[in-house]
C-alpha cells in the first residue's frame, strides 16, 4: 500500500513563522481548549463536552448538553494533542489524553457503538437520522483521532475502541437486506476510514468507503424513506420542518457525486466529502472517481474561491452560492472549510502530483486558517469576511454571522480544535512523499528524515518564509542517496531562480514542480529564490462584488486595510493605478511580518452635516491625499473593532 505522508515523529519544524505557530498551539491553545471542553473558560459559551462523556460511561448523573455533534469537538482536541506529542514529548499531557481516551472507551456500548448524545438522551433513536444527526460525523472525527494517537504514540487503546466502532458501523451499513443503505448527512466517516484503512490495511473500511461514496444521492431516496419512517420528524428547523432532508443539495446528495457537475451545499461537508472520495480514487486506481474530482475541484477552485483560500460565500447554510457570486461583506468562508479544502488538496496532490492543489493549499493554509485564530490563541473565528464595517453589523440582519472580533469560544466549537489539529499535522502538507519524487509543497522551515527504498534521506529547509524570498534546502544524508526533489514554483512567483551548490539549475518543471534528480549528498546546498514583489489581484469580471477594485498580495499572503492604520469610511479610499508601493518591518504586533504602504487618496464629503444622500451633475466630494497602509489579512481584527476591507477602489 502506498502511504504518501512523511512520519511526524521524523520531521521537526523549526520554521521562524509557522514554527511559532506549533508552539503556541503546544503551548496555549491546547491547555485553552482542554479548558474550554472542561467549561473552564470565563465568559464563554459553555461545552459541556467531557461531562457528556463522563455521564455516557456512567461516572455521573446528569442530562446531555450541546450540539448534536459535540462528541467530535473532544476528538479533536485529541488528535491535536497526538500530533503535537510527536514535536516535543509532554508526560502530563500524554496522561491527561490517555485518561480522556479511557474515559471514551468506558462510553462505548458493547456492540461498538460510540456517541454521547443518543446512548445519553435518545437511545432508541440510533441510525434513525442520518440526514441530520451527525453519528457517522462524530464517529469519523473519533477513527482519526484513534489513528493519530497511535501513530503518535504507539498506543492501540484508541485505536482498538475506533476499529471496534468501525466494525460496529460496517455491521450495520450496507447491501444486505438486513442492513441500513444510508449515508452520512455529514460526510467525515469517508476520510477518516480511508485513514483507517491505511493503519490497519483492513480492506472492509475501504469498501465500506465505496458504498458510502456509491449510494449517495441514488434513488428511491434514503433521506427521504428514513424520514417517513421516524414519522416525518426533523432534527432541525432553522429554514422549516425537515428543510435538510428537503434540500438534499445542500448535504451533496441531490444526485449520485458521478452527476455532480459543481461543487454545491454545505462547504465542509463538500471538501470532507471529496476529501476521502479522492484518497480512494488513488487506492483503488478508480478512474472514473478520480474524473469526478477532478471536475468538482475544477468548478470551486476556478469559480468559487476567494483569494483568501475561503470557500462558501453564502450564510444561508454555510454553503457555496452560484459560479462567480463572492460577495466580501456576507460571505461565510468558515474556518473548518479552509480546513477541508486543505485535506481535500493533500489528496490530490497524493494523486496528481500537480502544484496547482499546493497552490489552493497554501493559499487557505497562510491566510483563512492562520486568519481563523488570533495571535494569543485563545479567540476565534467562525466566519471569515473580507470586508467588515462595525457600525452596520448590528441592524442589518444579513450580518448576523458575521463577527467584527474573533471569540473566546463557541456553542458551535467545531472550528477552534480543527485548527489545532492542522496546524500541529503540519508535516503531512509540507512534503507528499511518492516513490519517484519527494516533492516539498510547502517552503515551511523544518528538519526531515524520509525512507527512499532502503535509505534515509535527511534535508533542511531553512528560510524565513513568507516574509523573505530565500529558502535554502541542505541535504544533511550521512550517505548518498539517490531520488529527486520536486521543487513547487507557486503560482504567484513569476521570476524563480534555482541553484544547486551556487550553480543555476535547468529548469526541468512538471505541472508545476521543478525536478532535481541526482544523487545527494551531505552539504548539498539548494538554494530557491522567490521573488515577492507586491502584487496587485485583479477579480474575473463576472465577480460583480469586485469590479473596480483591486486586492494586494505579496508572496502567498493577502493584505488588507484596517481602520486602525487608515481611519474610517475605507470604502473611500482609493488606489491609483500607477501607485507605487513600500515594504517595510512591522512593530509590536506586527514585530517580524511585513507590512505594505502606498500613497493613495480620501474622498470626503466636503460639507459632512448638511450633506444629502445624493446630489445633481457634480460630486459632492473632495479628494485628498492619504497614506494607505495594508497588513496581513490573517493579523486583521488583533487590535480591537474596526472596519476592515481587502478589495481596494482603483483609480
Not at 511559532?20 to 491547555?31: G, M
Not at 441500513?180 to 476510514?193: Q, S
Not at 549528498?521 to 538554494?527: K, N, Y
Request: hydrophobic residues 40%.
Amino acid at each position: 500500500m502506498s502511504v504518501m505522508e512523511v512520519d511526524l515523529h521524523k520531521i521537526k519544524i523549526n520554521d521562524p513563522f509557522l514554527g511559532q505557530y506549533q508552539r503556541l498551539v503546544r503551548e496555549v491553545v491546547i491547555p485553552y481548549q482542554w479548558d474550554a471542553l472542561n467549561d473552564r473558560i470565563p465568559e464563554a459559551d459553555p461545552s459541556h463536552a467531557i461531562e457528556n462523556f463522563r455521564i455516557a460511561a456512567g461516572l455521573q448523573s446528569g442530562e446531555f448538553y450541546g450540539m448534536v455533534f459535540q462528541d467530535s469537538d473532544v476528538a479533536k482536541w485529541l488528535e491535536a494533542v497526538a500530533w503535537s506529542l510527536c514535536q516535543q514529548p509532554d508526560a502530563e499531557l500524554e496522561k491527561t489524553a490517555d485518561e480522556v481516551i479511557e474515559l471514551i472507551a468506558a462510553a462505548q456500548c458493547n456492540d461498538g457503538y460510540l456517541n454521547t448524545y443518543f446512548t445519553v438522551k435518545a437511545p432508541g433513536e440510533r441510525w434513525t437520522n442520518l440526514a441530520e444527526c451527525h453519528e457517522l460525523y462524530c464517529a469519523g472525527h473519533m477513527i482519526e483521532a484513534g489513528v493519530a494517537f497511535f501513530q503518535a504514540t504507539g498506543k492501540r487503546r484508541l485505536l482498538e475502541v475506533v476499529c471496534k466502532l468501525a466494525d460496529h458501523i460496517d455491521s450495520i451499513f450496507g447491501p444486505n437486506d438486513t442492513q441500513l443503505h444510508g449515508y452520512p448527512g455529514h460526510p467525515e466517516i469517508e476520510l477518516a476510514l480511508m485513514r483507517l484503512h491505511e493503519v490497519t490495511e483492513e480492506l472492509r473500511y475501504r469498501e465500506l468507503v465505496n458504498y458510502f461514496i456509491e449510494q449517495r444521492g441514488t434513488h428511491p431516496h434514503f433521506y427521504d424513506s428514513e424520514y417517513e419512517k421516524r414519522g416525518k420528524t426533523s432534527y432541525w428547523t432553522t429554514y422549516g420542518p425537515a428543510w435538510m432532508i428537503k434540500d438534499k443539495a445542500y448535504s451533496q446528495a441531490h444526485q449520485p457525486i458521478a452527476e455532480q457537475q459543481t461543487a454545491v451545499g454545505h462547504a465542509v461537508r463538500f471538501v470532507y466529502l471529496m476529501a476521502g472520495v479522492a484518497h480512494l480514487a488513488r487506492l483503488s486506481h478508480d478512474e472514473a472517481k478520480r474524473q469526478d474530482c477532478l471536475r468538482l475541484w475544477h468548478n470551486m477552485a476556478q469559480r468559487q474561491l476567494y483569494i483568501t483560500g475561503g470557500i462558501g460565500s453564502q450564510s444561508s447554510g454555510e454553503a457555496f452560492s452560484s459560479d462567480y457570486d463572492l460577495p466580501n461583506d456576507s460571505v461565510y468562508a468558515e474556518s473548518c472549510a479552509s480546513i477541508g479544502l486543505m485535506m481535500f488538496a493533500r489528496r490530490m496532490l497524493e494523486m496528481e502530483a500537480d502544484s496547482q492543489y499546493a497552490d489552493v493549499m497554501e493559499r487557505a493554509l497562510y491566510n483563512t486558517v492562520l486568519g481563523g485564530m488570533s495571535l494569543d490563541g485563545k479567540h476565534f473565528f467562525y466566519v471569515n469576511p473580507l470586508e467588515v464595517h462595525p457600525k452596520t453589523l448590528g441592524f442589518n440582519h444579513i450580518y448576523d454571522h458575521i463577527k467584527p472580533i474573533r471569540q473566546r469560544w463557541f456553542g458551535c466549537a467545531c472550528c477552534p480544535p480543527n485548527i489545532a489539529r492542522v496546524l500541529t499535522s503540519l508535516g503531512h502538507y509540507i512534503y507528499t512523499p511518492r516513490e519517484d519524487a519527494l516533492y516539498i509543497n510547502l517552503y515551511v522551515g523544518n528538519n526531515l528524515e524520509v525512507q527512499v527504498g532502503e535509505q534515509t534521506l535527511q534535508l533542511c529547509i531553512s528560510g524565513n518564509f513568507p516574509w523573505q524570498e530565500k529558502v535554502t534546502i541542505t541535504i544533511d544524508s550521512a550517505f548518498p542517496v539517490k531520488h529527486t526533489l520536486a521543487l513547487r514554483i507557486p503560482d504567484w512567483c513569476d521570476t524563480p531562480h534555482v541553484t544547486f551548490n551556487g550553480v543555476e539549475v535547468e529548469r526541468r518543471v512538471l505541472k508545476g514542480y521543478l525536478h532535481i534528480n541526482r544523487i545527494w549528498q551531505e552539504g548539498d546546498i539548494v538554494t530557491l529564490t522567490l521573488p515577492m514583489p507586491v502584487r496587485r489581484i485583479y477579480g474575473n469580471s463576472l465577480v460583480r462584488q469586485v469590479a473596480g477594485k483591486v486586492a494586494i498580495q505579496r508572496g502567498p499572503l493577502v493584505y488588507c486595510l484596517e481602520q486602525a492604520d487608515n481611519g474610517e469610511e475605507l470604502h473611500n479610499l482609493w488606489l491609483p493605478q500607477n501607485a507605487s508601493f513600500r515594504i517595510f518591518e512591522g512593530k509590536g504586533l506586527f514585530s517580524q511580518k511585513i507590512l505594505i504602504q502606498a500613497d493613495g487618496n480620501k474622498r470626503s464629503s466636503s460639507t459632512p452635516t448638511k450633506q444629502a444622500l445624493w446630489s445633481y451633475d457634480s460630486s459632492p466630494s473632495i479628494r485628498q491625499p492619504q497614506t494607505l497602509i495594508f497588513v496581513p489579512w490573517f493579523c486583521w481584527a488583533n487590535r480591537g473593532e474596526g472596519e476592515m476591507r481587502v478589495w481596494v477602489n482603483e483609480e
